[in-house]
């Protein structure tokens, strides 16, 4: 009898496609490809200073659109290559959330 479980992921790069650049300039301590989620810097301060060379509502409505998408996917485990991690639904909301906050304290 096989035991063996097999998880399925679900890939939200497509909502981080849109704002890859953005993503790419948060990747400081070293690259995803390496580090994983590891190599980015998610401190207010950098997520501050990196969002003043973006269209903040922008990303703001890409991050409300991927939280939304998690929250109705009834897969627990999503992935993403753009930040090679895959994790729990909670621990990317939890980030996405955490940026969202800092987002909307910096002036839209």
Not at 39 to 55: G, L, M, P
Not at 68 to 78: A, D, E, H, V
Not at 85 to 101: D, G, R, V, Y
Request: hydrophobic letters at 40%; proline letters at 1%; one cysteine or more.
């Amino acid at each position: 009898m096989n035991t063996k479980k097999t998880s399925k992921t679900i890939d939200i790069d497509q909502f981080l496609e849109n704002n890859k650049e953005f993503w790419r300039d948060l990747e400081t301590y070293c690259v995803a490809e390496c580090c994983g989620i590891d190599a980015f810097d998610f401190s207010k301060e950098h997520i501050e200073k990196t969002v003043s060379f973006y269209n903040s509502k922008d990303v703001l409505s890409n991050i409300d659109e991927v939280i939304l998408f998690i929250n109705t996917n009834p897969l627990k485990l999503m992935s993403s290559s753009i930040l090679n991690h895959c994790a729990s639904k909670e621990k990317f909301i939890e980030l996405f959330k955490n940026i969202k906050q800092v987002l909307l304290g910096v002036s839209i």
